[in-house]
């Protein structure tokens, strides 16, 4: 339980309802800065403005995934008003003040550099889990934009990170005959003991050549117009990695093959299960906090 916790809840979207729904359940008093168009019924939560709060006593500061922007401003779904994260608010807070965010920035580092800022995207139990309304959205996607099923296709997975992974497997578990590129001798033995068929990434001109489907997951320009040129008419790229994905998409244009970038897909296709896995997150975390300041 968070009873005597203090948690400010500041903007966001969708997700962050399903964190307010737990936190409240865990009986937290929570404040809601940006929500004053949410019309709720968390006993336990209270809209509050900026200027109400009294920082000195709050235990952490929940931020929407992307944070803040390089000038603190907070994105607000449910609010119209401007809300503003400033150095001098998190000054306020005590030490042991966590900070939550999906993503940061260099603003969003230098007003936290003395508080715990928890990156929730950053870590590997958020991304696995994240990785599983990911696959499900590329299914998706690859239903979508083929004429053909994805039982018998070529589906090249690019990455064996926790997006590829989970890719590659679910893939694989539909029929599709996956291969999977990676460059480090440990990743294309891995793929070989899944049972997929690993190749070195510098191959992947050659095993592009008859690919039904490619799935990058790889934060890095690897889809290029070589690789691209060399590609069936037919094919399809599916671009998951992170803006500006790995594709050289002006060339795939002009030679008419379809390339999308997929960001988001989680918040897309299952909004209240991303925000659930932020949310569990979270609420553990909190708790251990709880249990650490208990034992000082
Ligand atoms: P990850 O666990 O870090 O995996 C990244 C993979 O890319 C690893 O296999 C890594 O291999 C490989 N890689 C990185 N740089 C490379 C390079 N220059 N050349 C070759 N291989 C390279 O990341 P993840 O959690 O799987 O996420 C992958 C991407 O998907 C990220 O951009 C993430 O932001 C994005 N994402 C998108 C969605 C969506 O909705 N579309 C959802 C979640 C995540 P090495 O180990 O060899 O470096």
Do not use: W
Request: hydrophobic share 40%; net charge negative.
């Amino acid at each position: 339980m968070l009873t005597g916790m203090q948690i400010v809840v500041i903007g966001g979207d969708a997700r962050q309802l399903e964190v307010i729904k737990k936190l409240t359940e865990l009986d937290a008093s929570i404040y809601l800065i940006g929500f004053e168009q949410l019309d709720h019924g968390f006993t336990g939560a209270v809209k509050k403005e900026l200027s109400e709060i009294d920082f000195t006593k709050v235990d952490s500061i929940i931020l929407p995934v992307p944070g803040t922007n390089h000038e603190g401003k907070v994105d607000t779904v449910f609010s119209n008003e401007e809300i503003m994260l400033t150095e001098e608010l998190i000054k306020l807070t005590p030490p042991h003040c966590v900070v939550f965010s999906g993503i940061s920035n260099v603003y969003l580092d230098t007003i936290t550099s003395e508080r715990n800022l928890v990156q929730l995207f950053e870590r590997d139990d958020v991304a696995i889990y994240n990785s599983i309304p990911t696959v499900e959205g590329a299914i998706m996607m690859v239903i979508q934009h083929t004429d053909f099923t994805i039982h018998n296709s070529k589906t090249l997975v690019l990455g064996l990170g926790r997006v590829g992974m989970s890719t590659a497997r679910a893939f694989h578990a539909l029929g599709a005959n996956v291969y999977v590129g990676a460059r480090r001798s440990e990743h294309l033995a891995r793929i070989s003991e899944m049972g997929l068929i690993p190749f070195h990434l510098d191959d992947l001109e050659t095993y592009a050549s008859d690919a039904d489907t490619i799935l990058n997951t790889i934060p890095a320009r690897i889809v290029t117009a070589s690789v691209i040129s060399k590609m069936p008419t037919h094919g399809l790229i599916i671009d998951l990695a992170s803006k500006p994905g790995g594709t050289d998409f002006r060339y795939a244009e002009k030679r008419g093959i379809k390339a999308l970038l997929a960001p988001g897909l989680p918040g897309i296709v299952a909004p209240k299960t991303a925000g659930k896995i932020v949310a569990n997150v979270i609420s553990s975390l909190l708790q251990e906090l709880k249990l650490e300041r208990k034992g000082n």
